[in-house]
């Protein structure tokens, strides 16, 4: 049985193909991430050959997404697996890894599945605890819209929703913030991560005289849904909103 952990790399004409032989730990994961962040940047498509990959935790799987994101996330960095045997594949999709980056069967059906849109997809940009973070905000809406072929109608009430978020991260929470925008078929999520261990916000009666605090309430008529989820060191509010906005 392997246990050392081996990075093949191997350069094609449009694409690189990393093959993994050995032991995947928590200890070794940087050894995954440095050489596909690196092929991804250099190449834009990268099949990562699994077949001889033991994994004991499936934690440890999330280096493929991490670098997948780090190279840039989809459509400038591709990455697809392949090969995986029953038991590696049974822990990619518990640990949801093949939402974000793909499995075929084989190095064929890796070249074929590296062209499509993964099922889900994710930018995320950390922002300061500036007045210039909303403006950086809309900027990482308008850069993942564009990538994803989203409309303009959704752009701009994304920018919306990011701009309310991000700027109540800095106004109330006083903290910097990470903004993610989520994209699948069903949805197109924005959320802002902040770090202010404060009681959760909740949407204040409307002052019809002041011309502030309205936020939450713009998110929550712009939102189909939205929710906040608390962490010990902040929260995380998000906004999910219709793709079809003409309804």
């Not at 890894?97 to 590296?114: G, M, S």
Request: net charge positive; hydrophobic share 45%.
């Amino acid at each position: 049985m392997l246990h050392e952990l081996v990075v093949e790399i191997r350069d094609e004409l449009d694409y690189a193909v990393l093959r993994l032989r050995g032991r995947l730990s928590l200890r070794n994961s940087a050894r995954i991430r440095e050489p596909i962040v690196k092929s991804l940047v250099n190449s834009c498509r990268v099949l990562v050959d699994v077949s001889a990959l033991q994994c004991a935790q499936t934690s440890y799987l999330s280096v493929f997404p991490a670098a997948s994101a780090a190279a840039g996330g989809w459509p400038s960095a591709r990455l697809v697996l392949f090969g995986a045997d029953a038991a590696l594949r049974s822990a990619l999709a518990a640990a949801r890894i093949t939402e974000t980056v793909p499995l075929a069967a084989d190095l064929v059906a890796a070249r074929a599945l590296v062209e499509h849109r993964p099922p889900l997809v994710r930018l995320h940009r950390d922002l300061p605890m500036h007045s210039s973070a909303a403006a950086a905000g809309r900027q990482l809406v308008r850069e993942a819209c564009a990538a994803w072929s989203l409309s303009q109608d959704i752009c701009e009430t994304a920018e919306l929703v990011a701009t309310e978020l991000v700027s109540n991260a800095v106004e109330h929470a006083h903290s910097s913030s990470r903004l993610t925008v989520t994209y699948t078929e069903a949805v197109f999520r924005v959320s802002v991560r902040d770090y202010c261990a404060a009681r959760l916000p909740r949407p204040r009666p409307i002052d019809i005289g002041a011309s502030r605090g309205r936020g939450l309430h713009l998110v929550a008529a712009l939102a189909q849904t939205w929710c906040v989820d608390k962490h010990p060191d902040g929260k995380t509010i998000w906004a999910n909103l219709r793709l079809d906005l003409s309804e």
